[in-house]
């Protein structure tokens, strides 16, 4: 059974940091990051390929999120900095389990196959 488990999520003050992680029962070709607010659409964050890292960033955290993997671990990690209280969403961990195409191909939530639970990240202003 396919599992992806995030933690890390919480209340921060604006310009603070979180580091956001996604532990998965397996190895995936792409793991995503989404984000979703109240009233709002699920919205792509962040990308990486698992085999030869390639990663891909939504314009609006570009320069301020970093998203990275531990193979050893099947653990993706979405480091949050500078942040903004228009960041205050549930974040979400998505899985590809096979990549046809380049990581800027995967921000929309329809082309992953599995989904996490889902972590509160509060930003006050």
């Known amino acids: 059974q396919v599992q992806l488990v995030e933690s890390g999520g919480g209340l921060v003050q604006a310009g603070g940091s979180l580091r956001l992680s996604c532990a998965a029962s397996?190895?995936?070709?792409?793991m995503g990051w989404f984000r979703q607010a109240p009233g709002k659409e699920r919205e792509f964050v962040a990308a990486i390929t698992w085999s030869v890292v390639t990663t891909n960033y939504a314009d609006s955290v570009k320069g301020r999120f970093t998203i990275s993997r531990d193979n050893a671990k099947n653990t993706v990690y979405l480091q949050l900095n500078s942040l903004k209280p228009e960041d205050t969403a549930v974040y979400y961990c998505?899985?590809?389990?096979?990549?046809?195409?380049?990581?800027?191909?995967?921000?929309?939530?329809?082309?992953?196959?599995?989904w996490g639970q889902g972590t509160q990240v509060t930003v006050s202003s």
């Open positions: 998505a899985a590809v389990p096979l990549r046809v195409y380049t990581v800027g191909y995967y921000t929309r939530p329809n082309l992953y196959d599995y």
């Open positions: 397996g190895r995936f070709s792409v």
